[in-house]
């Protein structure tokens, strides 16, 4: 299982050296912002999520923690990006299961949120994976800060 182990590793680098959808947009109110921290781990992010037509046209995040919390900030953006309202909520419900290390559902497309399975066998690393996940939980079920 080592080389499963690696390749995760290297997504999940990949993904802290070179963020996808990093940097919020200022001044639009389309956008709705949530502020999360994980004071154990000194992490803390901002999320912003813009929907249209039903969609969600965009997922910004912005903050700065571990490799775990920043690369999940990214891999949460590209897995929920361009899906329906009610398939980010499934996909969202899902990580979170899987980070449990709860049965969850293999036929919903996570992308590369599914390297994440391992940090279930350490509990203190659980808040850094799934910080962005909730803020982007809270922004879409309308509890933003603003
Ligand atoms: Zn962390």
Not at 26 to 43: K, M, W
Not at 81 to 94: V, Y
Request: hydrophobic share 35%; charged share 25%.
């Amino acid at each position: 299982m080592g080389n499963i182990d690696n390749l995760y590793r290297t997504v999940i680098m990949d993904h802290y050296k070179n963020p996808h959808n990093k940097g919020l947009v200022e001044n639009d109110d389309s956008y709705q912002t949530v502020h999360l921290n994980n004071p154990s781990c000194g992490d803390d992010i901002f999320i912003q999520i813009q929907m249209k037509d039903g969609k969600l046209s965009d997922v910004r995040h912005n903050g700065h923690g571990c490799s775990i919390c920043c690369s999940s900030a990214s891999v949460m953006s590209d897995s929920i990006k361009g899906t329906e309202k009610k398939e980010a909520l499934a996909i969202i419900d899902n990580f979170l299961t899987m980070i449990k290390g709860e049965d969850y559902n293999d036929d919903i497309d996570m992308g590369d949120a599914v390297v994440y399975q391992g940090v279930s066998q350490f509990p203190a690393r659980i808040k850094c994976a799934t910080l962005a996940w909730k803020a982007a939980l809270k922004a879409l079920v309308g509890e933003g800060d603003e």
